[in-house]
T-cell receptor
Framework: RKEVEQDPGPFNVPEGATVAFNCTYSNSASQSFFWYRQDCRKEPKLLMS???SGNEDGRFTAQLNRASQYISLLIRDSKLSDSATYLCVVNRDYGGATNKLIFGTGTLLAVQP | DTAVSQTPKYLVTQMGNDKSIKCEQN?????MYWYKQDSKKFLKIMFS???????INETVPNRFSPKSPDKAHLNLHINSLELGDSAVYFCASSQAPGTSGGRTSSYNEQFFGPGTRLTVL
């Protein structure tokens, strides 16, 4: 079983739809949580951090539930440009020297015109 | 003004060969990483270096040898290439979490290079 689990999709949605991605992680020592976005044949880029209180960035809302080790991402009013793979990522600190990011396998989103 | 750069972008080679991938960052970061993304798109950390010192080695075969000549560079040399080494290799960099005001700062964003697509025939 992978440490970070995501539904691989693909999620095919029409423009304007609301889509939700879910993710679970198994290591309770995980300290911080993120969603990364990866376009086809490109590098991953940080989309947003995820906090227990929930946080929003424009059309994107992320939520963390530490008790159930569950992370979510909601995208409202989907645009064609949102089409990408969304990677759920957890981080473990290595005592100040480095971070260790653990990536989920990613969920592919295809927004249709 | 590229932040994290890698060369080459594409690498096609025969089994058994030795090859190197270079990575450079101009962000002034002190921590650099190598990741491997396999054919199933699963991205996994291989190595992490902080100030030229190896911190993370994720049970990577010893055919893979990272070298960090200075904080801005982390190169990856691969000996005796195998078919299973075919993947996209991403370099990344960040500031180390470090401490601020006596507390550990848990995360600084990692910036990824554009990737090197390695194909072993």
């Amino acid at each position: 079983r992978k440490e970070v689990e995501q539904d691989p999709g693909p999620f095919n949605v029409p423009e304007g739809a609301t889509v939700a991605f879910n993710c679970t992680y198994s290591n309770s020592a995980s300290q911080s949580f993120f969603w990364y976005r990866q376009d086809c044949r490109k590098e991953p880029k940080l989309l947003m951090s995820v906090y227990s209180s929930g946080n929003e960035d424009g059309r994107f809302t992320a939520q963390l539930n530490r008790a159930s080790q569950y992370i979510s991402l909601l995208i409202r009013d989907s645009k064609l440009s949102d089409s990408a793979t969304y990677l759920c990522v957890v981080n473990r600190d290595y005592g100040g020297a480095t971070n260790k990011l653990i990536f989920g396998t990613g969920t592919l989103l295809a927004v249709q015109p | 003004d590229t932040a994290v750069s890698q060369t080459p972008k594409y690498l096609v080679t025969q089994m058994g060969n030795d090859k190197s991938i270079k990575c450079e960052q101009n962000l002034g970061h002190d921590t650099m990483y190598w990741y491997k993304q396999d054919s199933k798109k699963f991205l996994k950390i291989m190595f992490s270096y902080n100030n030229k010192e190896l911190i993370i080695n994720e049970t990577v075969p010893n055919r893979f040898s990272p070298k960090s000549p200075d904080k801005a560079h982390l190169n990856l040399h691969i000996n005796s290439l195998e078919l299973g080494d075919s993947a996209v290799y991403f370099c990344a960099s960040s500031q180390a979490p470090g401490t601020s005001g006596g507390r550990t700062s848990s995360y600084n964003e990692q910036f990824f290079g554009p990737g090197t697509r390695l194909t072993v025939l």
